[in-house]
């Protein structure tokens, strides 16, 4: 017996990852036959990114009224129609306006991308890097799933790069936005639990090559025709170049 379609109440819950397993696995089964509402939930999905690595890129005490999941609930709460991107961007930025927080707090990871080369890629691995980070988009043993995103979105700089030969296993991708585009997050780890970041970003303000510290963190970046490329890593890992330009060279 088929399962009933998802409310979408329900379709929010599963961008939240508030959904039952069992329930989570017939929503997604519904969405895969109905490539209009997956897109939607993926929207949904990036813009709740997006605000979560704009907080993680101010490194400020983000008030509970923008946590991005408390923000969706008030978005269904007052109106109960399907909402873009945009939407909820415009809603946490005026609850974070009554909660004494500045819009200046929302623009300045744009100020901070337009100093620091790809900031965002930065701002992604301390997000998604770290333990009990959400669950992935794409888990490792989704490779098929994941590449055809990365294909779709990237066209051939889009593919995964297998690491197995450097010690690295792919671990999962997570889905960002940017003021570009979609991004992605590919997480490796190694066996003695180091762990790197590769990233991939439609082209934006800086296309030369060259890399940075920040804090703790090594970002080494670089552009192939219309995608931007960085691999994040410890400062410390000594292996952490020779991963990047086995990266640039067959990725």
Same mark, same amino acid.
């Given at each position: ?74 978005? $269904?709460?007052?109106?109960?129609? $399907? ?169």
């Amino acid at each position: 017996m088929n399962a009933l379609p998802p409310s979408e109440d329900e379709l929010h819950a599963l961008v939240d990852d508030q959904l039952d397993p069992q329930r989570r696995g017939e929503v997604e089964d519904w969405l895969a036959h109905h490539p209009h509402h997956a897109e939607q939930v993926q929207a949904w999905k990036l813009g709740a990114e997006q605000l979560r690595v704009a907080l993680v890129e101010t490194r400020v005490q983000a008030p509970a009224q923008l946590d991005p999941a408390r923000v969706r609930r008030q978005l $269904r709460a007052r109106r109960r129609t $399907r909402l873009g991107v945009a939407a909820a961007l415009v809603l946490a930025v005026a609850v974070g306006g009554m909660g004494g927080w500045q819009m200046r707090t929302l623009q300045a990871p744009q100020a901070a991308q337009a100093r620091l080369p790809m900031a965002d890629a930065v701002a992604a691995y301390r997000l998604f890097a770290t333990q009990g980070a959400p669950a992935p988009d794409f888990p490792a043993d989704d490779h098929a799933a994941l590449q055809r995103w990365l294909s779709t979105h990237f066209g051939q700089a889009g593919s995964v790069p297998d690491l197995q030969t450097q010690g690295f296993s792919l671990q999962g991708a997570r889905l960002v936005s940017t003021e570009q585009g979609p991004a992605a997050l590919l997480l490796y780890d190694a066996a003695d639990g180091a762990r790197i970041g590769v990233y991939l970003r439609p082209g934006g303000y800086f296309r030369q090559p060259g890399e940075r510290t920040d804090g703790p963190l090594l970002a080494q970046y670089w552009s192939r025709g219309q995608t931007s490329f960085a691999v994040v890593s410890a400062a410390s890992d000594s292996r952490a170049r020779a991963l990047a330009r086995h990266v640039a060279r067959d990725g």
